[in-house]
């Protein structure tokens, strides 16, 4: 329960600094180019700044799995799984933005939640 409860926990400060266009360490993404936000604005997406998502399909599929000695945070869809790959180290033409960490500070808060859990 108490992996279970720190997981969830880092999937939430994943998904939401990348929405608010954070580094998990803090700083921010970098931009998008100028060919991709004409792109984003043609099909009314967001482009102040860079979220990592277009559809959505990638943080909806954004998960963990728990044992009695570790827990995993994983992509469950392969062609997410590769996306987020692709974002995290850079990939092409396609600049590094590695979202898919936990910093230092919420790395603090996950110890928090999980000796709290266990201590009920």
Partial sequence: MAL???????????????????????????PYKK?????????????????????GRMFRSLTFKA????????FRRQ????????HDT???KMPQRPFFAIGRRDEDKIREIFNKAIRL
Avoid: C, W, Y
């Avoid at 060919?35 to 559809?55: A, F, I, N, P, Y």
């Fill in 67 to 74: 044992t009695r000695n570790k827990a995993s945070l994983f």
């Fill in 35 to 55: 060919s991709t936000r004409k792109s984003r604005t043609k099909r009314k997406r967001q482009v102040g700044h860079v979220d990592l998502t277009d559809t």
């Fill in 4 to 30: 279970a409860k720190a997981s969830q926990f880092g999937i939430m400060r994943i998904t939401d600094k990348t929405q608010k266009g954070q580094l998990p360490d803090g700083g921010r993404l970098r």
């Fill in 79 to 86: 062609e997410e799984n590769k996306k987020a790959f692709f």
């Fill in 90 to 92: 850079g990939h092409g």
